[in-house]
């Protein structure tokens, strides 16, 4: 047993932002199984006993349990000594863009990747809506990485494993990949890093709805 | 002339989370008017000279200058010990609302207010889309607002000030209020604190697109 149980299942890459911050720093960590498809986040025991925003992942360490990726990742950056910011200023630079990456870059891919690409709704105006935004939070992503090796201070850390949430994902979102050249190599650079894996060889249950 | 800058204007609740703070907090603030309507955020020159993320509020203070809300407003309650966390546990549970509200609370009805409430789409598929998705995100503050005066600590806090982004706003968005007692109840515990002001009356530039 490890000290890190992490409430997650495959297809969610929130839960794989965490589940990467693991497999990349070679620490041991047991997964609880979330039936999100069974609607598991959506009854009331769930909410009152393990999380009551509704949502994975969750991590339990010890007597501290917490929920949303972007403070897990920090809360671990600190108990681990990786993959987090060596300054204020460099925090601050780490939180903007894991707040975008919530706000904007994984928000609509996340949803666009479900409806269009899991659930299979064909073009509807949601998804158009949703694949316009995707697009333009990919496009800051992409300008920004482009000259740079990763988004903060020139080395991985939890500002990349935010964002890269979703990015390793199978599914067909209706967007063309090579109009991100930057995120492309970017994606390369973290999947040749020792211990990376796939996010359905990294967490359990189903990988299609 | 203030210590603090911050770029802003009228009609987003997001650049409001940091005048809100200014304003209840008591302290002196210049505003610099974003033509956002204008298509200034989109612009090359706005980008490379004040956010890339193409966003507002971005905030100056001396030669720091912060862009996304809930940096600037964490970064404001350390530099003016105001509405911060007490704790390491306050601070994580300050910053999981922070997220919340930046991935759902938010994200959709700010969305949903501009596309309905100023852009007057009348009912799409896309406006049913974003409020059914801020109704269920204001059901989960409202369930955690239900028994408590404020979302941490029992006082004040940034997670309140980023959560009250677009509650005060007035433009009709299709949802029914009366149906977030605890939400409404909280708004008028904020709306009474001394220096409260309506984003309308504390930031510049147009209240209509």
Avoid at 55 to 68: C, D, M, R
Wanted: charged share 20%; aromatic share 12%; with cysteine.
């Amino acid at each position: 047993m490890s000290d890190f149980k992490l409430h997650c299942f495959a297809l969610s890459g929130n839960c794989y932002k965490v589940a990467l911050f693991f497999a990349l720093a070679g620490i041991e960590w047991d997964s609880i199984f979330v039936d999100y498809l069974g609607g598991e986040t959506r009854t009331e025991q769930w909410r009152e006993t393990v999380n009551e925003q509704g949502e994975a992942p969750v991590l339990e360490h010890g007597q501290t349990k917490i929920s949303q990726s972007g403070v897990i990742l920090d809360y671990l950056s600190e108990v681990t000594g990786r993959f987090g910011a060596q300054t204020a200023a460099e925090r601050r630079d780490v939180m903007r863009w894991i707040l975008f990456d919530n706000h904007k870059f994984t928000s609509y891919y996340a949803t666009l990747r479900f409806i269009y690409g899991l659930q299979k709704s064909g073009e509807t105006p949601v998804v158009e809506f949703l694949r316009l935004r995707a697009k333009a939070a990919y496009a800051v992503v992409d300008e920004h990485l482009t000259g740079r090796a990763f988004m903060v201070g020139e080395r991985l850390t939890i500002a990349d494993l935010s964002l890269a949430g979703y990015v390793f994902m199978p599914e067909d979102t209706g967007i063309e990949h090579s109009a991100y050249p930057a995120i492309a190599a970017w994606k390369d650079r973290i999947s040749n890093m020792p211990g990376w894996r796939h996010p359905y060889d990294l967490m359990p249950g189903p990988t299609s709805v």
